[in-house]
């Protein structure tokens, strides 16, 4: 007899509170996956059943639900956390029961957990060729802004590294603001900016305040053409939130855009549109979290578990053409290889993409010194 | 609100060439010594694995993490006692006195506690660094402070001979002595002991 009974998988990703934006495409992108996996016969056979929960944004709850799905709703695997707070609050409810949690969110790096699988950007796929261009083409005299939490220490930690090597290079200014952070909050440091005048500005804000930070810079009348902000978070769900008037001209550097010129990406997108409408806005979390989903799927059908002991080696050899290129496990750290991208902001919401990877790039989460002009920052131009 | 940190220096020496150090992981071949270097190699070290324990070391090795359990044959663990020891970094399956005392015997700079797991591998063998290399620059100041000392008292007695023996002040005497060091392009410690060296055997030629 085959086994019929249907596959309960949890997800956690916060649907309320300041995360909510990227946490409702997140959510998305993994139901998006679990239907089309459900569609073409789900896993041998067996339905996937998605279990969603809302962390609201709070560490805490993480922790709780985390705990819920395992003990009370029985899943062997989750699909969930943005920010590294939510990651770290659920990582040892995941290692003390020994359960599968997959991660769909760039992030600092320096961690490996065998309870895990990391599919969004390490710094060595995201940072250095962000410091490359923006160096190459604006200067290297840097003013940072992060959000207070422990990716933008560590973010423009590596940020200053990278952009010290320069000569004339200088760090004028270094400020953090909270998750809620206001419109308001942003004008003393844009005074300073203007009193600095720094090549650019290295934005590591998150969640709802990013559109906050880009009208206070429209506001105090900078211009993008000689002072962009770049940024590692701000994808078009962010340009969404703050229109795409006020985002033009600033850069981001990620492995996925919605203008990805690829077959895979637009029929991903036109699915998803149908199903979702136009009110969630893809990007590169969004789409981690949907290939994500369609790797775990491949592993089980080849092993017919979704037990970790039996799982995990079957993922860890997993390729998968996602939106952005054909992208795969790293057996060595867990993280995944991906395609870092330039893109910049235009008129349309969207990003022009300015710069990209070939190949898919090995992630190396463990990187401590970044040199500019490794072959693996090179991004080949676009005509 | 907004805060300004302090604009930080940038990154840690110590933590800058992590991926130039030769570790030496002397485990058995266990899920804690798979473990352990699999994590070394992800943060990128140059790690080799051995066990049994080595009576010499490879040239070069700047880290061992050491398997420390009971009936390691301490004998055999000489190169753990030179005065140029690699940073040792113990990996213990018990807590009790024997264990422990080993450890210390054996100058292990940090613990890794086991099972093994790859979270703190990087922060115990950055911090065993920087207690190894703290209690180097310490002990290279406090030769230096001890050489210093030695030095002043050797000057203090040899102005007090020749306050003495010339019925000069002290500060005549210094003066004397800077100036023997000067002609004589000497230090003034070493006409100091000199002088002190003299005085001796006079001393005990008059007591005969």
New interface residues.
């Given amino acids: 007899m085959a086994n019929v009974d249907p596959v309960k998988v949890g997800v956690l990703f916060s649907e309320t509170g300041t995360t909510s934006t990227i946490g409702l495409s997140q959510l998305k992108g993994t139901l998006l996956a679990i239907e089309e996996v459900n569609e073409a016969g789900g896993i041998n056979g067996r339905e996937l059943v998605p279990v969603c929960l809302d962390p609201q944004s709070n560490p805490l709850v993480y922790t709780q639900l985390a705990s819920r799905l395992i003990l009370e709703e029985g899943v062997n695997v989750i699909f969930g956390c943005y920010m590294s707070s939510s990651r770290k609050a659920v990582v040892p409810v995941i290692e003390k029961w020994n359960k599968l949690l997959f991660y769909p969110t760039l992030y600092e790096g320096?961690?490996?957990?065998?309870n895990l699988i990391y599919t969004g950007a390490a710094p060595n796929q995201n940072s250095v060729q962000l410091a490359e261009f923006m160096t190459n083409h604006f200067g290297a005299r840097i003013f940072l802004i992060g959000s207070?939490y422990i990716y933008p220490y560590e973010s423009n930690?590596i940020m200053?590294?990278l952009v010290?090597q320069k000569s004339g290079a200088a760090?004028l200014?270094?400020?953090?603001?909270?998750l809620a952070?206001t419109e308001a909050?942003f004008g003393?440091?844009m005074k300073e900016i203007r009193d600095q005048r720094p090549d650019f500005i290295f934005s590591t804000v998150v969640g709802n305040a990013t559109a906050s930070l880009y009208r206070a810079y429209a506001e105090a009348g900078f211009d993008p053409k000689t002072m962009p902000i770049a940024s590692l978070t701000t994808s078009e769900a962010e340009v969404h939130q703050m229109g795409a008037d006020v985002a033009e001209g600033h850069f981001t550097s990620a492995p996925y855009f919605q203008s990805i010129d690829s077959d895979a990406n637009r029929r991903c997108l036109a699915r998803f549109q149908r199903r979702f409408g136009s009110d969630c806005v893809p990007n590169q979390c969004w789409e981690a979290a949907y290939f994500q989903v369609h790797m775990f799927a491949n592993a089980m059908r080849e092993v017919g578990s979704d037990e970790i002991a039996e799982l995990m080696p079957h993922v860890l050899t997993q390729e998968f053409n996602a939106p952005q290129g054909r992208v795969r496990i790293d057996p060595?750290?867990h993280h995944t290889c991906l395609y870092p991208r330039i893109g910049r902001a235009n008129s349309e919401g969207q990003f022009t993409i300015v710069r990209e990877a070939k190949r898919a790039v090995h992630p190396?989460?463990?990187?401590?010194?970044y040199s500019l002009g490794d072959w693996t920052a090179e991004l080949d131009m676009l005509p | 609100m907004t805060s300004q940190r302090p604009i930080r220096a940038s990154t840690p020496a110590l933590l800058k060439d992590l991926r130039s150090l030769k570790v030496l992981v002397m485990h058995p071949d266990d899920g804690d010594g798979r473990e352990l270097t699999q994590q070394l190699t992800r943060i990128g070290c140059q790690v080799q694995a051995v066990w049994p324990p080595l009576p010499t070391l490879p040239e070069g090795v700047d880290a061992v993490f050491l398997a420390v359990r009971p009936g390691l044959d301490e004998s055999t663990l000489a190169w753990a006692r030179g005065e140029e020891t690699p940073i040792l970094v113990a990996v213990v399956t018990y807590e009790n006195p024997t264990i422990v005392g080993l450890v210390l015997r054996l100058g292990a700079k940090a613990v890794l506690p086991s099972p093994v797991r790859s979270f703190g591998v990087l922060s115990a063998l950055v911090l065993a660094r920087k207690v190894a290399e703290d209690l180097k620059e310490t002990s290279k100041h406090v030769n230096k402070l001890q050489a210093k000392l030695l030095s002043h008292r050797r000057i203090a007695d040899a102005k007090s001979i020749l306050m003495r023996t010339r019925g000069i002040g002290e500060t005549e005497a210094y003066e004397l002595i800077r100036e023997q060091a000067m002609s004589r392009r000497r230090t003034t410690e070493e006409i100091a002991l000199s002088i002190v060296n003299a005085n001796e055997i006079l001393t005990t030629g008059w007591s005969k």
């Fill in positions: 320096f961690e490996f957990s065998n207070d930690r200053t590294d010290l760090k200014g270094e400020h953090y603001v909270e952070a909050d003393p440091i060595r750290n190396d989460p463990y990187l401590v010194t």
